[in-house]
């Protein structure tokens, strides 16, 4: 159930006494089915927003944590979505890398404002290895990764360059091959515990849909009244 909140109607949940009639599969194949409709559900809501024309129709507010409770949110780009959660980039020794290392506890909004719809994932961070970082890596636009080198320098040199003068300088650096992945530059995916989608409207009374996991990573899925 989600916390606080008054239970509505149940959906069939894994792991729980209500199932889906006839079926024959595990509960572990269950619980990953539930999951895996969350998430296509989240990539037909982005590409939805994308035919809408929402200019950042991938980016999302993540919310981070010190290990001593201090909160900091800021815009992240959503590299993909997997079956077991959305995929973001970040630098391993920014201040929001550092605080997904030492505190992975994360949350994390999609607003999409033409479509009046949200969700909200709330779990934790979690580094994927070198393969995946560079796997990811190569999905975003040139400009985007010369933009990251620019910032990794600017970090390095703890000052901050003329960023057209240094953005230059790596198209020219680059100009003949592909932008490799600086080594901080790591892929992190959110392993959600808490996904609600919104129908945003603020002056409607419309229900949430809300996907909890449970202990032995059983999912259920309830619905929040407004």
Known sequence: MCPG?????LSPSCGGARRHRGERSGD???????????????????EQAQLQGEAEYQSGALA???????????MVY???VEDNGPIFMASVH???GKQLIE????GLCLFWPQMQEQITLEGEAVLLDEAASDHYWKARLRDDQLGVWVSEAAQEDGEAAAPQQSLRAYRQRFRAVDVPRPESWRAFRIAPELIRFWSTGWHRLRNRVCYTRGQGDHWSVSEEQP
Do not use: D, W
Request: charged share 30%; aromatic share 0%.
């Open 64 to 74: 981070t944590a010190s290990l001593g409770a201090q909160p900091s949110v800021r």
């Open 28 to 46: 572990k194949e269950r619980c990953a089915t539930v999951l895996e409709e969350a998430m296509q559900k989240l990539r037909t809501m982005m």
């Open 94 to 96: 920014s201040g929001k």
């Open 103 to 106: 505190n992975p506890r994360v």
């Open 5 to 9: 909140r008054r239970r509505g109607r």
């Open 78 to 80: 959503v590299v993909h």
